[in-house]
Each structure stands twice: as C-alpha cells, then as structure tokens.
C-alpha cells in the first residue's frame, strides 16, 4: 500500500506493508496506527480494500525528541518518524559529535581561537545546522556512523555534516582519506580532499610527488602536474641537472618531451 502525505511535507510517497499498521480493515470510518521510535501516525479515513483516503495525525515520542533537543510537536520530527530513523542511529550520530546543537561562547576568548573561527567560517566548516537537519541530511544522504566514524579516524574530526555528505556523495572513503593523510602533503580541507579524489589523483601519486620535493606546491599546481603526467620519478629525473624547477617548468618541458622515462 502507497501512503501519501500531503501539508506536512511538501509530498512524500512511501509504500508499506500492511503489517506496519496496527490494524487495517475496511469500512466508511477506517482508524489504524503506524508505529515509529520518532512517534505515531494516527490515520481515519476510508478504505475499501484496495484504494482509500483520509486525513492523519502525528504524536511526536517525547523521549525521542528530548533525545534530539527538539519539541514533540516539531513537524520535523515526523519527517525523522516517515524515513524511520531509529534512536540507535541518533545515539551513535551523537557520539560522534554530531546531530546535536553544539553551544559556544558568543565571543573568542583569544586571537587564535577568533583566526580558528574566521577560517572555519569562510570555507563552511562551522556546523550551524540543527541536529534534526543534520539527521535528515545524514540519513537522506546514506551516511552511516561507521563511515563517520572512518573519516574521523583517518583525521577529519572538525568537519561539518554537510562535508561529510558531499565526502560521501563523491565517493570519498576513509582509506583515502588516510592515504593522502600518510602522503606527507599539508593538511587538506574536505573540498579539497574531494577535488583531488575526482581529478584521480591517487595517494601513491601524491607521495611520490612529495618525496620528489614539491609537497608544498598548490593544489591547482598538483592537478596540472598530474594532468601532464607528471610523476614524482619524472620529477627527480627533470632535477638530477641541478637546481629546482618550478611546476611551470616541469609542464613545459613534459611538453617538449623532454623529461623522459
């Protein structure tokens, strides 16, 4: 059976199987419950045996809302209640330090903790999401806590929830994560991280590259290297003349096939 809801959500169609309600028969003044950890769905309408309409209601759980920080009566909590996310998953969400509002102090308390904030703000790394936004975006988006837990393992332990959706959306597993991490390359923010996995840039090629000397280039510089195949072996080969050549170089001279192999 299809059940749509209407008003409370923009639309959502979900199918379910008649044993999820608690009674389901049919006559003029149909009453059945679906039952979720996140509250209750009340339904009254009619139903012939095949098709049927009604209206519903929903009672939020208190337990689970307290759990969240949130109100039973927070239309957003039958959102958590329709895609069934369980109280297991929030716990787990939590500690790992997300799905939760996070207070801080309204002022920095000194001028590396403002500089901290500043850049955690400009590139988008500073959590402002509720913790029912950032259960919906986790769960919408199959992001499990095992994989939040690997990322933060393989070091991205500041991150936002929405950084660990696009991590997951494009692919991103903790591995490489810990790959590009063991690289000897400096600390990489998400977007990076990203930009660099959908370029194919490989941890093995990064190190390669470091050890050859160029650990501290620009990202955009790494990219054009690994565009022209450049290696770290093509690069020790283009330095064993003497001096160091800059990525500029390097490009040129691959070029006019003059690194050679």
Same mark, same amino acid.
């Given at each position: 059976?299809?059940?749509?809801?209407?008003? %409370?959500?923009?639309?959502?169609?979900?199918?379910?199987?008649?044993?999820?309600?608690?009674?389901?028969?049919?006559?003029?003044?149909?009453?059945?419950?679906?039952?979720?950890?996140?509250?209750?769905?009340?339904?009254?309408?009619?139903?012939?045996?095949?098709?049927?309409?009604?209206?519903?209601?929903?009672?939020?759980?208190?337990?689970?809302?307290?759990?969240?920080?949130?109100?039973?009566?927070?239309?957003?909590?039958?959102?958590? %209640?329709? =895609?069934?996310?369980?109280?297991?998953?929030?716990?787990?969400?939590?500690?790992?330090?997300?799905?939760?509002?996070?207070?801080?102090? %309204?002022?920095?308390?000194?001028?590396?903790?403002?500089?901290?904030?500043?850049?955690?703000?400009?590139?988008?790394?500073?959590?402002?999401?509720?913790?029912?936004?950032?259960?919906?975006?986790?769960?919408? /988006?199959?992001?499990?806590?095992?994989?939040?837990?690997?990322?933060?393992?393989?070091?991205?332990?500041?991150?936002?929830?929405?950084?660990?959706?696009?991590?997951?959306? /494009?692919?991103?597993?903790?591995? =490489?994560?810990?790959?590009? %991490?063991?690289?000897?390359?400096?600390?990489?923010?998400?977007?990076?991280?990203?930009?660099?996995?959908? /370029?194919?840039?490989?941890?093995?090629?990064?190190?390669?590259?470091?050890?050859?000397?160029?650990?501290?280039?620009?990202?955009?510089?790494?990219?054009?290297?690994?565009?022209?195949?450049?290696?770290?072996?093509?690069?020790?080969?283009?330095?064993?003349?003497?001096?160091?050549?800059?990525?500029?170089?390097?490009?040129?001279?691959?070029?006019?096939?003059?690194?050679?192999?």
């Amino acid at each position: 059976y299809t059940l749509s809801l209407h008003d %409370a959500l923009p639309i959502s169609v979900d199918e379910y199987p008649v044993s999820r309600f608690s009674v389901l028969a049919e006559g003029t003044d149909v009453r059945f419950e679906l039952r979720r950890e996140a509250g209750t769905l009340h339904f009254r309408g009619s139903f012939d045996g095949k098709r049927g309409h009604g209206t519903f209601t929903f009672a939020g759980d208190p337990a689970y809302a307290k759990e969240i920080g949130a109100r039973p009566s927070d239309l957003r909590l039958l959102e958590l %209640a329709v =895609y069934d996310i369980p109280l297991s998953y929030v716990r787990e969400m939590r500690e790992l330090g997300y799905a939760r509002p996070v207070p801080r102090q %309204a002022r920095p308390r000194n001028l590396h903790e403002y500089l901290r904030w500043h850049f955690r703000d400009l590139f988008g790394h500073r959590d402002h999401d509720s913790s029912l936004q950032q259960l919906e975006a986790f769960h919408a /988006h199959g992001v499990t806590p095992d994989f939040v837990r690997g990322m933060q393992e393989a070091g991205l332990r500041d991150v936002s929830s929405w950084d660990l959706v696009e991590l997951h959306q /494009h692919g991103v597993d903790s591995a =490489y994560v810990q790959g590009l %991490a063991a690289s000897g390359y400096q600390r990489l923010f998400p977007f990076q991280i990203i930009e660099l996995h959908q /370029h194919g840039i490989s941890p093995d090629w990064l190190r390669g590259v470091v050890q050859a000397g160029y650990g501290n280039v620009a990202q955009d510089q790494l990219i054009t290297l690994h565009e022209h195949g450049i290696d770290g072996d093509a690069i020790r080969r283009a330095g064993s003349s003497g001096g160091r050549l800059t990525p500029e170089d390097l490009i040129s001279l691959q070029a006019r096939g003059r690194l050679g192999r």
